[in-house]
């Protein structure tokens, strides 16, 4: 008898300790908030849908919320990934009423392109070339006082991770030349499957791939957007905002989790610094 | 209780079983430093920077900690099951299976004492399993590969969010602690094959059984059509043993998933007690 009163003693502790050293779920974590003076504010966003449609990319009907999103959210630039092109840049910026400039970035292979919004009116738009595919950079001021920033807007290879590394290896070597003049801050959609929560995948060489092209950029960069969990759809994080590694002070990091409309798969990332 | 947990424990030392659990370890570390040393020679040989420029596989990332840690990680989720699930599902089936169950129980001690004594020896037999692998593991990486720091990258093993770096003694108390939350961790496999054991007649039917339960979980809750399922299955519980390797150890989820996996320990062992308590012993 005592037997099973010590087990039925010990079932009751454990399940009263389970519930005592219970961590609240992450979409109840709330997201960083703290103050910054002179925030700089980015956005990154891809607009594309979900691998099920037949057009996976950006769709007009879309881009009124989008707008919408980035109006209520006044960042001072913005890096768009999966856009079908000038016409469709020109609609939304549009929407956001003269607000922003933009540009789309030169055609690689695909059929699909990155795009930068930035409020500052003196910006410069700098193509990269990035082995077949194309980044777009944006090159601009905040405030008359700051440095300048670079804003690059990435879109790393969805099916292949050697491809993504060839892709990350090309874009970090372009970014850490400019590094030295300008505040450089990459934003954009990467695909890295690199969650690590109860995870147990054995040893791959997607993973491998992954693993080496985040340790890469972190070499030199910092991963500004962590903290605020995942940014697509099935538990992914995949945008990224990855920021100088001097930073000092980071304010609001949050995704925007409402701000989806359509069949999109992510959702927009914001990240505050301050310069 | 003593006299109890001598006999069983003389029992466990003339099992074949035993003993050859130690020798598959042995062969599965052999194998393991065979591909750890031809994939290491590959990365950090000539040709390894020819498609990539960067990488953070080094002479210095290849050492015998990094070593000890993988064969640890690839080992656990499979072999190791295996083995315990084998100890513990033979421990009354195998009674009856050699008609000795009957006699055991017509002895002055109760059917729970007996359970908790087998469960109390199928313990020990797992954690001198995981001492025994992790102290063969560190011993042939520091004579075949060296020691150094444990160096954590994210992605492989997934241990980690962003890279990070555990020192050599730290790195191996950090092995001594995965000896207590894997044997933990492998209690909850302990439990069910136990009772599988109560169930059934036939100790491989008990075997077969936990495992073939493991393992379903285990599958189903790696594939993304059930991910919705997977905080319900013990193996993602089991899981926890790992954080003892993150450079940070997640103190509060460790315990509350040592916690729930106790839980399961318990519950399990309980429910051994009181189907074992009302089966009636033909054989």
Known sequence: ??????????????????????????????????????????????????????????????????????????????ALQEVTGNAQLNILLGFLHGKYRGAVAQQGKGDRFE?????????????????????????FRPREDTQEVLLLSAHADAFNAARRRTYTEALIDWAQARAQSSEVFIAGDFNFELKADNETNFYTDNLKHDSESYSHILRHFRDL????????????????????????????????RDAAVGRMDHWPLLVEVGL | MRTLLKLELEKLLRAKGFYLSFVVLIAFVTLMLWGFYTYAARKTGGGAVEQFKYTYESKQYFNGLTFSLYSLLFSFTLLLPIFVSMSAGSQIAGEARAGTLRMICTRPISRASLILSKFLVTALHAALLLTFFIGLNLLVGLIFVGWGNLELYPGPLNLVDSPGKIVRDEALMRFGYAVLSGTWALLVIAALALLCSVIFDSPVQATVMTIAAYLTL?????????????????????????????PEIPWQSLWHYACVCGAYTTGLLFTTVVVFERKDIVT
């Open chain 1, 1 to 78: 008898m005592w037997v099973k009163l010590v087990l039925l003693l010990l079932f009751c502790l454990m399940i009263l300790g389970a519930v005592h050293f219970a961590q609240p779920r992450e979409s109840d974590k709330p997201s960083s908030s703290a103050k910054v003076v002179h925030p700089l504010r980015l956005l990154t966003w891809n607009i594309g849908y979900a691998e099920l449609e037949d057009d996976t990319r950006a769709h007009d009907k879309d881009l009124p919320a989008v707008a919408e999103v980035i109006l209520r959210e006044d960042p001072d630039a913005v």
């Open chain 2, 218 to 246: 285990y599958i189903v809750g790696r594939v993304e059509f059930f991910e919705h399922l997977r905080p319900y299955f013990f193996t993602t519980d089991m899981d926890f043993w790992r954080d003892v390797f993150k």
């Open chain 1, 225 to 256: 957007g962590r903290a605020a969990g995942n940014t697509a759809i099935n538990d992914r994080r995949i945008d990224y905002i990855f920021g100088p590694p001097t930073l000092e002070q980071i304010g609001r990091v949050k995704v925007l």
């Open chain 1, 115 to 139: 795009a930068v919004l930035v409020k500052d009116a003196g910006t410069k738009f700098i193509p990269v070339a990035v082995g077949a595919r194309y980044a777009l950079g944006a090159s």
